[in-house]
Nanobody
């Protein structure tokens, strides 16, 4: 299974970007889809997640600014990022995982988001 992430780029503070992640196979059933980000030298951190049932969870730092959504039929997960701040600058990774049998944990290749002040 491959996850293809896209949508990163350079944006000014206060602007918006939309990240998309497409899975090569239908794996969104009974799974959790998420976006993580990583700054060089730091650990990868969860930004937002959504379950197949639509339950969402957000990091406190992005609550109210980012919105995660998933299309289970198209096997895509999207992160709409608004009111971006310089501290949102990072490489963003999409992830799809299932913690019960059959388990899996897939990562996308990462897409760079740079927010200038």
């Amino acid at each position: 299974v491959q996850l293809q992430a896209s949508g990163g780029g350079l944006v000014q503070a206060g602007g918006s970007l939309r990240l998309s992640c497409a899975a090569s196979e239908s794996i969104f059933s009974a799974a959790k889809m998420g976006w993580y980000r990583q700054i060089p030298g730091n650990q990868r951190e969860l930004v937002a997640s959504i379950t197949t049932g639509g339950t969402t969870d957000y990091a406190e730092s992005v609550e109210g600014r980012f919105t995660i959504s998933a299309d289970n039929r198209k096997n895509t997960v999207t992160l709409q990022m608004d009111s971006l701040k310089p501290e949102d600058t990072a490489v963003y990774y999409c992830n799809v995982r299932r913690s019960f049998t059959p388990t899996f944990n897939y990562w996308g290749q990462g897409t760079l988001v740079t927010v200038s002040s």
